[in-house]
């Protein structure tokens, strides 16, 4: 069976250690997320702020890229071009977010 680790990976939901690598995981081990964009840079943030990289170690939720804006049936386009929105969003739900001022709570909310 294959390893569930991997590098981020494009159009995921990506779970990974807050501290540390996988191998030290324990239950009691805090974890953190974020979402993927088309190249597999995860937008999250923490204690220091929003960021945008991709990581080494994660265990990635792939979404469904086929279904991606089926609601908005206005914006018609190639698959390529709905693909593109959707790292248009993220960086504007990160911005909006960012602007917005949300602080960072280690346990109420944060990733």
């Known amino acids: 069976m294959e390893s569930p680790i991997?590098?981020?990976q494009p159009y995921c939901i990506c779970i990974r250690t807050a501290i540390g690598s996988f191998l030290n995981y324990t239950?009691?081990?805090?974890l953190h997320c974020g979402v993927s964009d088309s190249n597999g840079f995860v937008f999250?943030?923490?204690?220091?702020?929003r960021h945008r990289s991709k990581w080494t170690e994660s265990v990635c939720y792939h979404l469904d890229t086929n279904g991606m804006f089926a609601a908005e049936t206005e914006k018609r386009g190639s698959k390529e071009?709905?693909?593109?929105?959707?790292?248009d969003k993220l960086v504007q739900f990160s911005n909006l977010h960012e602007k917005d001022g949300a602080p960072y709570h280690p346990l109420e909310n944060n990733c």
């Open 44 to 49: 999250h943030f923490d204690e220091n702020g």
């Open 6 to 8: 991997v590098r981020s």
């Open 81 to 87: 071009e709905k693909l593109q929105r959707w790292d």
């Open 27 to 30: 239950r009691e081990s805090l």
